[in-house]
Structure formats: C-alpha cells, structure tokens
C-alpha cells in the first residue's frame, strides 16, 4: 500500500474551522457571515474531493504527527472509509448552508453567529474524526463534535432546549468518557499503540485474551452513544428540540454518523473482522443492532411529532450500520458503508422536508399534514421518494445498501437476520406511507390555495431537499463510484 | 555565590516576611513591591536551580558546611525542582493578583501583615521542598501552617477567624503526630537526615517502632494534604480565605503537603516498605478513590462558587493521592503532572471567582447568569481551567488523567480505573453548573459594576488558564519532566 | 505483664498525657479549653523526646571532665525547637479566640455555630 505524505487532509480540517472564526468575527453582518460559510464549504469539499483520485489507487494519505507526549500523536490518514463520510458531510454542509439561511431569515431565528460558528466547528471535528489516524486523535474530535453541537442543541435557550441539552451532553460525553476512554485505556495498555490499522492492532496476542478484548469491545460500543444503540439512544430524540437545520445536518448526518463511522473504524481498523469472529463478539452485537432496528421503529410509530418520527426512524436506521459491521461478512461491511451514505442522503431530505413545512406552514405534527402534499407538492415528493429509499423499495439508494446486508447476513450464516430487515422494512412502511397518502390524498379541502413554495427565501429551502433527493434516486442507477470505495475500506 | 542559591530560596522571603512588620510607614507602604521584587527573585532562583537539577540530577548544599548527616542537608532532585519552580510562580502570580485584589477585601493597615504573611508561607513551603532533614521538614511545615492560619483569618467575613481556628486545632494535631513520627524514626535509626534514614531504616524495617513512626507521618500528612476522611478544615478554610489567599493555598499549600508525603513514602521508606499488617497500599488508594468521589459529590451540591471549588480541591487532591498509591511508574507521572496542573488551574479558577465577587458581588453558582457576555476574559479563563481541570482532551488535566488511569490499567486495579473516569465526569458536571448559566442564560440583576476587572487581577487568572491548556498541546516536556523525577522516586536509574 | 508497665513507663506517661490532651481537644466546647488541651497534647511528644535521650549511667549533656558518657543532646536541641514552635502555635490560636470573642461574642463551640451566617 503506497503512503503519500501530504498537507490536505489538515486543510479540509482547517478549511471549516477557519470559516467558523471568521463568522464569529463578522457577527453581526449577515451577507458577510453566510459567505465565508459558503467559502469554508467549498474550499473543504475541494479538498477532500482532491483527494478522492489517489485514494481510490488505493493510497493511503498521511499527514506529519504531533506527538503531544509518547504514545499520543495527532495524526491524520485518510482512506476511502474516511473519505466517504467526510465527503458526504463536507457535501451536505453545502446544502445545508444554503437551507439554513432560508430558514434561519424566514423564521428570524436570534443568535445566528453563534449557530453558523458552531456548525462549522461541527463540520471541522467530523473532518477531523473522518481523517483521524489513530484512536487519540479520533477520541478528541469525537469530543469535539458532541461540544460544539452543544450549543446548537441548547440555541433556542429555552428551559425546554436546555434540558435537551442537558441530556445530550450526559449521554454522549458521560458515555464516550467513562466507556469509550476506558476502552482506549485497555486497547493501548494490550497492543502499545493507538493507530488504526487494517485487521487490527492486537496482532497474535488477540485470541489469547478474549476477557479483556471483550470488555474492551463492550466498552467501545458502550461508548459510541452517537450510534444511538438501545439502551443509548435517548439523546437523539432529546436532541430534536435544536432548529431543524441542525437535526438534518447534525442528527441524520455528522454526529450519528460519527458514532457508526467510528464503530466501523473500531470493527475493522482496531479489532479487525479476523480477530472478531474468531472470538465471537460479532454476533451479541448484531442482535442488539436487530433489537434496536425493531424498538425504534415500533417507537417510531407512536409519535405524532414529525421530527421525533424522524429521530426514532434514525436511531432505527443507524442500527442498520451496526448489523453491517456485526455481521463481519465482506458484503455486510459493504452494505454497512453504503448505507452510511444512503441514509445520509434520505434523511437529510426528510428533515429538510419537515423543516420546510415548520417554516413554510408552521405545523409540526403528523396528524396536520393532510393535504399538504397539494400546497407543497415539490417538497412532498421529495419526501416520498426518500421515505421509500428508507423502506428500502427499489429504484432507490436504501434498496442498494439493504441487499448487500441482507446478502452479508447470508455469507455469515446468519439468515435469521434477514427477518429482522423484512419486519423493519413492514415497519418503516407502517410509519411513512400514512404519511404520505396523508398529504397528498388525505383531508377534505380542495380549495386551490397558493402554494407556500414560491419566493427566494421558499427555495432556498426547496432546491436543496430536491437536490438530496435526486441523489437518493441517483445513487440506485450510479452507485459504481460509491460502492467501489465501499469495496475499498471494507477489504480494509 | 551560586552555591548558595538553595539557601537564599528560603532566606530570601524568609528576610522580607520579618523586614516588612518592623519597618518604618514609609517602607510599609511599599510592602507588596518589596514582596513582590522577593517573589520575582525567588522564581528567578528557583529557575536557576531547576536548571541546574535537570543537568546534573542532584543539588545537595550543606548548611554551615556541615556533611550529612551531621549537619543539615539541602537537596534538590528534579521532583523537588518541578515543585519549586510551581511555588514560585505560583506565588508570583498570587502576589501580583494581590495588588487589586487584596485592599478589596483587607483594611488598608493590615496590607503590610498580609503580605509578610503571604511571604512566610512561600518560605515555609520552599523549605518544605528543599530540605534533607526530617526534623527540619517539621519545622518548615510549622512555618508554612501557621503563616497559612494567619492569610485565612484574614478573610472579610467572621466566619473566617472560626475556619482559621478549626484549620488551627487540626493543622497542630497533625503537626504533633508528625514530630512523634519523626521520633520514632529517630529512635530506630538514629538519624535524621532523610538520605541517611534511607539507608538505615531497611535493616530496622520489620520493628513496630517503624511501623508506628511511619503511621503516625502518614496520618500527621494526610490532615496537611486535606485526604479524605481528613479534609474537613479545607472547605471551610478555602471558602472564608480572601481570594488570592485561597489560590495560593489550594495551589501550592495541598501541594507541598503531598509532596513531603511523597516524600517520606518514597525518599525516607523505600518502594520495598510494604508492611504486612496494613496494606498501605490499598489503603491510600481506597481512600483516595473514596475522596475522588465524595469530594465530586459534594461540589455538585454547593452552591457557594468557593465552596464548589474547595470540594473539587478534595476530589483532585485523591487524583494525586491515588497515582502515588499506584505507586508505578505511569501512575506516578500523572500523579507529579496533576500536581503541577492541579495547582495552575486551581489557582485560576480561585483568581477568577475572586474577579466575579470583587465585580458583581456574586457568589452563588446562581448568580452567572449571563455573566459569559459581560466578563468575557473571565469567564473563558474560567472555563479553560475548568475543562482542564474536568480532563478534555488537548488540555494539560487529560495528560495526567490519562497517565493516571494507565497506570492503573497497567497495575491491574480495574476496580480504580471506573473512579478515576467517573471522578472526572462528575467534574465536569459539576462545572457545567456554573458555566450553562453563564453562557446560556439571559443576564441576570447582578451587573457588575465594570465590564472587567482591573488588568492586575485578569491577567495572573487568565495566564495559568492558558498555561493549563498550552501544557496540554505541549505536554512533552512537562510529561519527561515528571517521568523523569517519577523514575527517581521509584528508585529506577 | 509487671515488666511491660514498669520496664516502659515512661510511654505509658507520655500516651497519657497525650490523650488527657487529645480529649481535651475533642471534648471541650471553649475555645481556650481546646488550647490548653492542644498544649498538653504536645507537650507529651516533648517528654517522649526527652526520655528517649536519656542513655544509661550517662549525665547532663555538659562538657564536665568527670563524665564518662553523656545523654543523647540531640533530642533536647530538637524539642527546644519544637517548644518555640508550640508557643508560636499558642500565641496565634490564642489572638484568634481574642478575635473570634470580639466577632460573635462567645467563646463556646456550640454558640458560634449558631452566629454563623453559612451553618456548618
């Protein structure tokens, strides 16, 4: 495997914390702040883009380390594991932007200095996560995700956004510092390093020590809450009292898909899939991933809150991505990695659908959308085409990621699984088709109202989910470049 | 002129402290200049002798020149250095914080006393560090103790002269069971010079008299280190104290309280001292993982911010105590790193709820609102200290923590390694309690009655903030510093 | 049994003393009690010092040409040291009930921690 040692993947880091400085610095003046947003975000999809040619020869990019004191390094090394996350946020931060500044100046929103900063500090840590070249460096900027979100959580400052900070911060930080710091703690003091390494970093000493792998394991997974699975999902739904463009951007891409990227990384790169089928863990994993798949959906039904429907239908699918990895099947591993990107793409959509009727319309429940198919008739297709992909009918991107889990549950010999994916699929119909039959054909009124989606600031927030919901379609007919780096990271 | 530089450290402040009472009001006046140039010298030696410890590894000064062990021995070994370069600075930065803060909270004609006062325990604490001799360890600690009951009297509140006495009748008990400590040791070894007491001592390690003399240090130090179930005097004393009393103390007065404990554990008694009838070692890190949590625990239900940070010196104090349990040589790293981090962020943290009385008369956790906007320096001062102090990562209190928690996983204490990680979630917890409401909170009535405090005051608070987070991006050198004195302690080459 | 008392007992004096002392500082509510008690507790150590010193068949640690062995001086220089001490820690604790009287106008435990404004 070639090494090239190159400067980008610090810049793709920098690039959004640069433009978070400086929106902080041009508070006050709205052009200038959403500008240097909009450069930041190109500048860092440039970057990672740059990189994606050599990355797919299937060379590794490396930064120089700072070592802070022996055994701790900052490192970044991109491989097409990171590359695809870090693409796929770096993307959608794009579209986010330009959402974000429909809705942030339709619905007035105070503080929005603040909100751009810390959004592009968020973009920056994912970055930094996506790259990170050892578990260190990984552990800081998944920290660094969960505190710069922070303040988005909490920006409405109200008594109600508070607390729902509170609980996002117990849950993600009391986690990741008492379980996953403890399985770090372990992992170095057994192999002596802390560097992501294909098939692993416990070499031949790994089976001979299944007590200590297997809390260090449980601890890792224990301590990944940003994968939201049972029993530590509740700060996803908690978090849905942050503005929308922070749920859609944040809570269906950057920070839950941190917490599955980050149990990828520790499936493939610190125990590697050999060392973890030989002793067994994958299996206990995958079942409480099917678990989760089922709760959540189940939950997801009871909520009459659009955004909270969405919030259980992500902690549902993120489980998807744990099944993938647990599975520890080479198409399982695939699945998982496209699904990370699939989901992304859909539930990004289906949030900026929400938020573009809260905007637009003001309603937040599900039992107020009858007929809104009519008066919003862009935005609710939108909505349908990526409900389905999240059903999982062809021909769409969820299609794609639950056949080869399906497929990877089925080389790992465990059919049963299979079960699991169909009852979720009956499920995910069972919340997101009443929905739509709901809006376009349901409610009595047929009185031809103008339709709220007319205006500058009305497509700002309709381009972009139109735009996200091409993609889910296209990502069925073209899915070659993403499943090849797929194949890539999964071979590992 | 240079030799003798381990003896000024002590003499010099020690000069000052007794000049400044007897002099004319003319010099009274200048009394914080005079202590001031006192404490800048002290540092500029201290630097000097670190230096010189780093490159040749020892420094011993023979008092009157007079060889161990019948004279008295200063000795100087990179632990030691480590220690006096913080107290030094430490006081510098306590004194120049002094200057604004200090006429806010003392009558103008105690100003003099107060400084002298602030000098007597910088020399007692350099004594305490620098010397070789047991029995002059003992009276060093008397020197600090008595200068410290003195700065906590001084506090603006009546309640002050009560904490001071409690902080009195304890601080004398302990100083008691130390000088019987020291007797017993004296008996069985027939010296005292801490060297000599090293090499004797094995020969007489299974006698009771030992056992008795070691008990006795260990409790006598406990109390001075404020160890749970020992630490009642703190909490009071730290929170009446005056603020820049309070950032001394809890920075360097804890501070070399342990290291004479480490001191007498690992210089006097050797690694091999293990006595059979009582486990020391389970004993200390029980009790300090007992402390980690209590004293969170505690801190998380005060509301009084000075309160809130004394319970948190108890938690800490247990991090220190702990790695010195472990007793490996990871552990013992991070146990010297967190002394040295401890003390920096402590005393920030202390300056700056110091700023927030002197400023808005606030001293309750919940009287921050909004405070994030009005005293921006302040604040983040105190919020870079706090996470510091909390573990984040990239700040100088994750690199302790980390080695801390290694050393446990590496000795195999599992049961300790959920402590040290739950100790430092609930700091963070109970910080969060002052920082939401600072940041997100609509300001509250308490205005303060400038936008900032006087740049005296802001700048010692806001400089050992940033140094706390500077030593966690480069923590190589604090990391070998420490390493090295650990390895020296535990008798490795 | 006869030896263990008679052959040590200048420990059984000293451990004594230290505890009439230490129960003094526990038990006592007055400020000054507490003081004095803390005064006896430390004098015990003093006397454990110098009983230690005495050697045998030796006499005052004088310069004297009669003398064939002298007690250890070292403990009473030691303890000379550790009184001055004392005295400072007795002057100091004794200004502050001075102090803590004029404030809360009493000099009873009990009392004070009823005056106090933050409890205990």
Known sequence: MTEIITFKPLFAVLASLAAGIMVSLSGGRPALREAWTFAGAAVKFAVIASMLPAVMTGAQLLTPGLTLFPGMELRFRVDALGLIFAGMASFLWILTSVYSVGYVRKLGEEKQTRFFACFALTLSAAAGLAFAANLFTAFIFYELITLATWPLVAHKETKEALSGGRIYLVYLLGTSVTFMLAAILISYNAAGTLDFRPGGIFGAMGPGHKVLLGAAFALFIAGTAKAAIMPFHSWLPAAMVAPTPVSALLHAVAVVKAGVFLILKVVLHVFGTDLLSELGFGLPLAWIAAFTILAASVMALRQDNLKLRLAYSTVSQLSYVVLGAALLSHSSIKGAIFHMAAHAFAKITLFFSAGAIYALERKTKVSELAGIGRRMPLTMTAFSICALSMIGTPPLAGFISKWYIGLGAVEAGQPVFLAVIGASALLNAAYFLPIIYQAFWGGGETAAVESPEKGPLAMLLVIPLLLTAGITLGLFFFPGLLLELAELAAKG | MTEHFPALLVILPLLAAVLIPFSPAAVKRSAWHISFASAAASLALAARLAWETFALGKVSYWFGGWAPPWGIEYSIDPLGALLLLLTAFVTCAALSYSRAAAPAELAAERLPYFYSCMLLFTSGLTGIIITGDIFNLYVFIEIASLAGYALIAAGRRREALVASYNYLILGTIAATFILLGIGYLYMAAGTLNMADLRERLPQVYHTKTVLTGFAFLVVGLSIKTALFPLHIWLPDAYTHAPSPVSALLAATGTKVGIYAMIRVIFTVFKPEFNPSTVPMTVILAGLACAGIIYGALMALAQTNIKRLLAYSSVSQIGYIILGAAISNQTAMTGSLLHIINHALMKASLFMCAGIILMSTGAEKTGDLKGLGRRMPLTMAAFTAAACSLAGLPLTAGFISKWHLALGAVEAGLWLVVPVILAGSLLTAVYFWKIIEPAYFSPAGERRPVRPEAPAGMLAPAVLLAALGVALGLAAHFPALGAGRAAALLLGKP | ?120
């Open chain 3, 1 to 120: 049994m006869i030896e263990l008392i008679a052959g040590k007992y200048n420990y059984w004096i000293y451990i004594c003393l230290m505890m009439i002392g230490f129960y003094a500082i526990i038990a006592k509510g007055n400020l000054i009690k507490k003081i004095i008690g803390i005064n006896i507790f430390q004098s015990a150590v003093f006397l454990f010092y110098i009983s230690i010193s005495k050697v045998r068949g030796g006499t005052a640690p004088i310069l004297w040409e009669n003398a064939v062995l002298y007690d250890n001086p070292l403990p009473h220089v030691l303890i000379l040291t550790a009184i001055v001490v004392s005295v400072s820690t007795t002057a100091l604790a004794l200004a502050l009930v001075i102090r803590i009287r004029k404030e809360f106008g009493a000099m009873e435990e009990d009392r004070i921690a009823k005056l106090r404004s933050d409890g205990p």
